[in-house]
């Protein structure tokens, strides 16, 4: 199986360019973060506090996530609901971010990502693919941003679906939450050894497809 993963912090453009470059080899693209939201989709409604490791541990095994794909798009199935259209948002983005440092939370997650991936030629994005979860990934590529251009992107986005929102608090939510992706203790966001780096500050999608395709067929 050709495994392709692709890490960075949030709001890099990881899952935009990951869909369209799978549609186009063919591969299934695998959204690990979907996965972490849905848990944590999960410890909201049950009202549950990302601090309490106590009871995120106790709730762990009554949390079934398991993915299924309609027409070429992943679905997350929490405990037998499809929960695609209610993770996508700060709320549960944040709690994502707060309750994926638990390692009880992780090595659940992790198993089923490895599963996927040996069964299926993927795309994986993530942040902890090309360190943690696929190791000897065939390619490996770690995409990123200025924070400023991310929450640009992202403000563009909320603004276009008529949302009101502040590019300050954009920023600092995205520069908050690199922090603590990126220093946790377990499987923290970084570049591994071997991942090529790309910068999309300057890029439009359809360049970063185009660095990335380059990157594929040299490796
Ligand atoms: O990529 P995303 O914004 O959907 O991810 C939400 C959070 O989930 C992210 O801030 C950290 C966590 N996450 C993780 O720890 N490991 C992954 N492989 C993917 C996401």
């Known amino acids: ?25 063919g591969y299934i693209y695998v959204d690990t973060g979907a996965m972490y939201r849905a848990m944590a989709y999960y410890f909201l409604k049950n009202g549950i506090a990302a601090e309490d490791e106590a009871a995120i ?32 948002n700060e709320e549960v983005g944040n709690m994502a971010s707060a309750t994926s440092i638990y390692p009880v939370v992780r090595t659940k997650l992790v198993e089923l990502q490895r599963q996927l991936a040996a069964k299926e030629n993927v795309i994986m994005d993530g942040r902890d693919i090309g360190t943690v979860v696929l190791p000897d990934a065939n390619v490996k590529i770690y995409l990123t941003a200025s924070a400023r251009v991310r929450a640009q992107r992202r403000f563009d986005e909320l603004t276009a679906k008529g949302q009101e929102c502040n590019l300050e608090e954009i920023e600092k939510d995205i520069i908050d939450r690199d922090y603590r992706d990126m220093h946790r203790e377990t499987s923290p966001l970084k570049q591994a050894e071997d991942a090529v780096l790309l910068d999309s500050s300057e890029l439009d999608i359809n360049g970063v497809v185009a660095a990335m395709k380059k990157i594929i067929e040299e490796a």
């Open 57 to 88: 541990t106790k709730a762990c095994p009554d949390v079934d996530v398991t993915i299924r794909y309609e027409n070429g798009e992943q679905q997350v199935i929490l405990n037998g609901e499809n929960v695609n259209g209610v993770i996508r």
């Open 1 to 25: 199986m050709v495994n392709i993963a692709i890490d960075g912090p949030a709001g890099a453009g990881k899952s935009t360019i990951a869909k369209k470059l799978a549609k186009d080899l």
